[in-house]
């Protein structure tokens, strides 16, 4: 097993190769791993299969075996990452201004890899293939820290890109595993300054605290989501209930999933116990306000707490609000900055939604699942960050590269 610096020196020593790799020669080898994952998809489910017998003899909750958990066709869903990955047009060398100054000098802007990306997660071996194409399209090599109930997937899945790489003549420390999963392994990495350029934590609150208030690395931070849909008064109920049950039940141990409803006090008599009986299909609890308990039976009292939980389990919160200008204020507060959604038929209050709701995916009249990467049109993401700077959103190419000043001149001197 290497050492944590061992692991540093072979990324950096592979960097510079992969900045100035061709697109094609990097989208040969994404589709020639996409195809190896798939021929090796028998080995790698077996790996992932100890992986969840583990996690569910640990009593971990079902949310979060559903994100460890890989099947089939999300194998197939991985490859296709790659496969998309490969399609997408290659951001790095892209000059992006050009402009001439009054000397005479030519002053552009180009976009150049990152250089060394480190990636700590959890229980999600997606990532491991996701966080790889990424960052090898975009010329960057990636050190890997997964988390350890994902252990033997994430290895299993690793081994088979790195021979890929080799077989189509790519550095293999183009991506690597620190398979010490110890804490105290994951905090050196943070500080790795000598070797990683930036750290990117993906997975839920208490990791990405852990990276923020720790590491010595810059860090992209990836949020956890509270996510919100608002149900207005003008809102078409079948819509509604279509989009809370897409949002809530489609995935549950997801990011981007709704794990609060507000409702407009003027409907939650007739919405509330319709999509209740909805939700009911899935069993998801309702935890609500004093207005919600009286709308429909059934409804849980909720805490102060609730407004602010990510769940990742079949739980809803329900906010009553007496408007748009509430309903804002409250997800404003309570929110995470991921995605949230407003059901309306009212043009103005959708777009003051969409003006005044702080956060990095506002929808009107459509789920808050579709904050992704893949359905974004980037192809695989790295994670989606909830801060403000270099990138904000679904993270696809371009939020993996950087930039630099190139300038053409002819003997100026200053």
């Avoid at 931070?221 to 489609?250: L, P, R």
Wanted: aromatic letters at 6%.
């Amino acid at each position: 097993m290497k050492t944590l610096e061992e692991i540093g020196a072979c990324a950096r020593a592979a960097e510079p190769l992969l900045r100035t790799m061709g697109t094609a020669k990097k989208d040969e080898a994404l589709l020639h791993m996409a195809q190896a994952l798939l021929l090796r998809s028998g080995e790698i489910l077996r790996k992932n299969e100890e992986d969840v017998r583990r996690a569910e003899e640990n009593g971990m909750a079902s949310g979060m075996v559903d994100r460890l958990r890989l099947d089939r066709d999300r194998l197939e869903g991985i490859a296709e990452g790659l496969r998309q990955v490969a399609k997408l047009p290659d951001p790095v060398g892209e000059v992006t201004s050009m402009k001439q100054r009054p000397n005479g000098l030519m002053i552009g802007k180009k976009k150049v890899p990152l250089g060394v990306i480190g990636m700590i997660y959890e229980s999600r071996p997606n990532v491991t293939a996701d966080a790889f194409a990424l960052c090898f399209k975009a010329g960057n090599a990636v050190i890997l820290r997964g988390g350890s109930d994902a252990f033997l997937s994430n290895q299993a899945i690793v081994q088979v890109i790195r021979e890929a790489l080799a077989e189509t003549g790519v550095p293999e420390d183009a991506v690597q595993l620190i398979e010490d999963t110890s804490r105290d392994t994951a905090r050196r990495f943070m500080q790795l300054n000598e070797y990683v350029d930036v750290l990117i934590p993906r997975g839920g609150a208490g990791l990405i605290r852990t990276v923020v208030e720790n590491s010595t690395v810059p860090v992209i931070e990836t949020g956890t989501g509270n996510c919100h849909v608002f149900v207005d008064e003008s809102a078409d109920f079948d819509m509604a209930a279509d989009i809370v049950y897409n949002a809530k039940t489609q995935r549950i141990g997801v990011c981007n999933a709704c794990e609060s409803l507000v409702v407009h006090e003027k409907i939650i008599d007739a919405f509330l116990p319709k999509l209740k009986a909805r939700l009911d299909e899935k069993k998801v609890e309702l935890r609500g306000d004093e207005r919600a308990l009286k709308a429909a039976s059934g409804v849980l009292p909720a805490s102060e707490s609730d407004w602010g939980t990510e769940y990742l389990d079949y739980i809803l919160s329900v906010k009553t609000v007496s408007g748009i200008g509430e309903a804002i204020e409250h997800i404003n507060r309570y929110n995470t900055g991921h995605s949230e959604a407003i059901v309306t038929s009212d043009y103005a209050n959708a777009q003051r939604f969409l003006n005044e709701i702080d956060a990095a995916a506002v929808y009107v009249n459509a789920s808050t699942r579709f904050t992704d990467g893949f359905e974004f049109g980037f192809g695989a993401e790295i994670g989606i960050s909830t801060q403000k700077l270099h990138a904000r959103g679904p993270m696809g190419l371009d939020a993996l590269t950087s930039s630099k000043y190139i300038i053409y001149g002819n003997g100026q001197i200053r």
